[in-house]
């Protein structure tokens, strides 16, 4: 049996339904991501987990226990909230004392904690500190410190690191990573910050519209994505609507041919969520970094240079195409390879094609 | 060369005329009248000769070394300070109560508790005197009810004054309190309960420290205007229990000793002046680390 289970989870506002028949079982010392767009439902579900909300239908159990039958107090989860929700009118030492002094323990081994939880985030000298005299990243350190000394059965994550400038949100994934690692404590992240769930999570929950669309690993999910949504979500791609127009042979490994427009190309064979038709309409997704240039003519299609935008460790250039226009991104390795305004071939390799069944809008 | 020098000139001037109407109101009716209060004050009063415009400081002496006008003050900031700390007491869990509240009935509710300030104060406080007179409701329920064989006395008793002065204050509080609980983040009530912490605890550790500042500000304006009620001691409390504000009205309007009236008016004045401020310092000094 899995550590933490959601089964058939359900929450209804009325009529409308932020979270319906939601399924997912997390492991013991597992890092699991919900990801999703504001609106998808990742929050009530953290919401119900840790006991703020009382779902309308469904259970969750910690160990087999039902937690649905425990106070929000007594389920023993430490979380961090977006705001990070300090006390204000607390010194550091004594936010992150709260919790065990709720626990009744001892004064002399409150105090050892304490210095523990904040030695774990650097923050031992700034104990007496309040925190309207900190940075958003020592606050972001002190709220998790206080969520980690009562050594909860689960961290939730609530968009932890979404107000904090993008260099510390780097270094802080870092290091919430290696503190994770370290306590071995289950941590289920709410965030719609696609890099960041990959970063740090040995999977992710991609959410859409109160519904788990796919749970898999990082990698796994990026290239395997099961829908035009996670597809699009994760990370950048150019995403065509296409057809089959030969379906591929029996054996393991065989190609079809897809046609974008007047395009035909080679892909996987497309995957069972296709369905049997004999030409299905498909949703085409190559990631930009799959694309690569060839001389004009040369390639699968051709195209003009548009855009040519320097991103320091990469390129992203926009190709005009018949297709449309294209995204392909290129390692900064070198002198950029083609100059804005100049014709060139675009080709992939067949099996870096992803079909997809065919939704009217991503 | 300073087109922007102009330009700003020019939205000086205008913002002076913009202000122009309040202040000569504000000009007119209340620093002309103070100063002439204060000026009253120094003047001499005999029975025969009337008000002598003399300068001394005889009306302030007379004031400061008579026990009679020491135990009036006393009696005034002995109301103000209970009926401030019953509001304090009341007024906290009412806005806390009233912030947790769906908005559906929060708003009716808001209403309830600003009753008090929409009734007329000569009209609420004759209600109070129905109500607390010897032969009044409460006293006759509960005589009715035999639970006590003479009438418990209320009107004309500081208490009675208290009571009424409490009713019409707490919503101040309210309000005070009310406007501090939305500054926090309600988060942390949430992170409170996470950590392991009960309703009560909630309160106490967290939303209570959170909204002093509020229940401080409340207090300052509820002890101010407690200190120089009229009209609610002057029904309730008649001539026996004089309060500061009556004792001015009686020697303006009956001993006619106008100089000396004034002459506490300032006391009144200067003395609500010193309690604000010093709580003032004292409060910023506690909160200024933490809430700034």
Not at chain 1, 59 to 74: F, P, Q, V, Y
Not at chain 1, 140 to 169: C, H, M, T
Not at chain 2, 27 to 32: D, G, I, K, Q
Not at chain 2, 269 to 288: G, T, W
Request: with cysteine; hydrophobic share 50%; charged share 20%.
């Amino acid at each position: 049996m899995a550590f933490l289970e959601l089964k058939g989870l359900t929450k209804r506002f009325g009529e409308i339904a932020a979270v319906e028949n939601f399924d997912l079982s997390v492991e013991r010392g597992e890092f699991v991501s919900l990801l999703g767009p504001s609106g998808c439902g990742k929050t009530t579900t953290l919401q119900m987990i840790a006991g703020f909300e009382t779902p309308s239908a469904g259970s969750i159990t910690l160990e087999g226990r039902d937690l649905l039958a425990i106070k929000a107090r007594s389920r023993g989860i430490g979380i961090v909230f977006q705001s990070y929700a300090l006390f204000p009118h607390m010194t550091v030492a004594q936010n992150v004392e709260f919790g065990l002094e709720m626990r009744k323990i001892a004064a002399p081994e409150r105090r050892q904690r304490v210095a523990e939880a904040l030695a774990l985030v650097h923050l031992e000298a700034l104990a007496d500190r309040y925190p309207r005299a900190m940075s958003g990243g020592q606050r972001q350190r002190v709220a998790l410190a206080r969520a980690l000394v009562i050594r909860p059965e689960i961290l939730l994550l609530d968009e932890p690191l979404s107000n904090l400038d993008a260099k510390l949100r780097e270094e802080m994934q870092l290091e919430l990573r290696g503190i994770q690692q370290r306590m071995g404590v289950t941590t289920i992240l709410v965030t719609h910050d696609q890099t960041e769930a990959m970063a740090l999570s040995d999977r992710v929950a991609v959410m859409h519209r109160g519904r788990l669309v796919q749970v898999a690993r990082p990698l796994e999910a990026y290239e395997h994505p099961r829908s035009d949504f996670v597809s699009s979500f994760l990370g950048k791609t150019n995403r065509l609507e296409g057809k089959v127009v030969e379906r591929a042979g029996e054996r393991a490994g065989d190609l079809c041919r897809v046609a974008v427009g007047e395009t035909v190309f080679a892909a996987p064979a497309p995957p069972p969520e296709i369905g049997k038709d004999a030409r299905p309409r498909v949703i085409v997704s190559v990631r930009p970094e799959k694309v690569e240039f060839r001389a004009a003519g040369a390639g699968l299609v051709d195209g003009t240079v548009a855009a040519r935008i320097f991103l320091g460790d990469h390129w992203l250039y926009q190709i005009e195409t018949p297709l449309g226009v294209l995204l392909v991104t290129r390692q900064n390795v070198g002198p950029a390879e083609v100059e804005t305004g100049g014709s060139v071939g675009l080709a992939w390799d067949a099996a870096q094609v992803r079909l997809l069944p065919f939704e009217e809008t991503a | 060369m300073a087109p922007a020098a102009a330009v700003d000139r020019e939205a000086r001037r205008r913002a002076w005329w913009l202000c122009a109407p309040a202040l000569a109101l504000f000009l007119a009716l209340m620093v002309v009248p103070l100063v002439m209060t204060f000026v009253l004050s120094f003047h001499s009063f005999g029975f025969y000769t009337g008000i002598e415009p003399t300068f001394g400081l005889h009306n302030y002496l007379d004031v400061l070394g008579d026990s009679y006008f020491h135990e009036i003050f006393a009696r005034t900031f002995g109301i103000a300070l209970v009926t401030t700390l019953l509001c304090a007491a009341i007024g906290t869990p009412e806005a806390y109560i009233l912030y947790r509240m769906r908005s559906r009935w929060r708003s009716a509710l808001l209403l309830v508790v600003i009753g008090p300030l929409l009734i007329s104060v000569v009209v609420r406080t004759l209600g109070w005197a129905i109500l607390m007179g010897n032969r009044g409701v409460i006293n006759t329920a509960l005589m009715n009810l035999e639970l006590i064989d003479r009438p418990i006395k209320m009107m004309y008793t500081p208490g009675g004054i208290v009571i009424a002065l409490v009713h019409v204050m707490v919503p101040f509080m309210v309000i005070a309190v009310w406007a501090a609980l939305h500054r926090q983040d309600p988060a942390t009530e949430q992170a409170a309960e996470s950590l392991g912490a009960g309703p009560l605890t909630i309160f106490f550790r967290v939303v209570l420290p959170q909204a002093m500042p509020g229940v401080l500000s409340g207090s300052l304006i509820v002890f101010s205007l407690s200190a120089s009620a009229f009209a609610t001691p002057a029904i309730l409390g008649g001539r026996r229990v004089k309060v500061v504000s009556t004792t001015v009205y009686d020697e303006f309007l009956n001993t006619l000793n106008w100089p000396l009236g004034a002459a506490i008016a300032i006391l009144l004045l200067v003395a609500v002046l010193l309690v604000m401020v010093s709580y003032n310092r004292v409060v910023e000094r506690r909160f200024s680390q933490v809430f700034g």
